[in-house]
């Protein structure tokens, strides 16, 4: 088979972007940390919700069941990038602003709110 990877391109903090190539069955995660990018994770099972992401553009596949982002989150486009894999190239935001607007309640106490 000569398919390509498809491509996750990541918005990151400050306006910066980078693209990376997930290979098939990998996490997007992985695929980001193959890549060098030091993206905010912690448990690695969907369970913590570290790691979410908001989808911009794509579909995603999830490689087991997302404990922490809930189907709901889940519609409204938030992403755990742990175990979930691209269903084609996809745009992925990706910032501990990110995760403030995803979980507030959880992660409202991180220094990324600007108002220091
Ligand atoms: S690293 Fe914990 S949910 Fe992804």
Redesign the pocket.
Known sequence: MSQESPTVTFELADGNTATVDVEDGESI?DAADDAGLDLR???????????TGKLVSGEVEYIEEPK?VTEDKREDGWV????ATPDGDCTVAKSDEVLVEAFPRVWQDLDVAGDD
């Open positions: 995660l994770s912690g448990c690695r099972q969907g369970q913590c919700t570290s790691c922490a755990s990038l742990c175990i």
